[in-house]
């Protein structure tokens, strides 16, 4: 199986900035996507960003230039930066991977327990 392990969660003053990273271990023979979701009680999860393997990312309209996902492909591991800070960006993040895992051929996806990360005013 895979594991997802998520790491930078916690408090932080509006305004200020977030950093989150998520490593994938496990009998894992190949990742393809990595991201981060979010979710707030009451609403379904919803995409903050996305790496794919060629490097092509996909962000939420709501980063509006704050936030910058990376990887490293080498390490299975994806991060997030995001600045400015808002109260509405408390929530839940989760960690996602698609990912191949040995004696299979199609990709599966995990998530990660989530880290919560509370913006105060």
């Known amino acids: 199986q895979v594991q997802l392990v998520e790491t930078g969660g916690g408090d932080v003053q509006r305004g200020g900035t977030l950093r989150l990273s998520c490593a994938a271990s496990?009998?894992?023979?190949?990742?393809?996507?990595m991201g981060w979701y979010r979710q707030t009680p009451g609403k379904e999860r919803e995409l903050v960003a996305t790496?794919?393997?060629?490097?092509?990312?996909n962000y939420a309209d709501f980063v509006n230039g704050r936030s910058t996902i990376s990887r490293d492909f080498a390490r299975n591991t994806v991060y997030l930066q995001m600045h400015s800070l808002k109260p509405e960006d408390t929530a839940v993040y989760f960690c996602?991977?698609?990912?191949?895992?040995?004696?299979?051929?199609?990709?599966?996806?995990?998530w990660g327990q989530g880290t919560q990360v509370t913006v105060s005013s």
């Open positions: 996602h991977a698609s990912a191949v895992v040995s004696g299979t051929i199609l990709a599966t996806d995990y």
């Open positions: 496990g009998s894992i023979t190949r990742v393809n996507a």
């Open positions: 790496m794919s393997t060629d490097w092509i990312t």
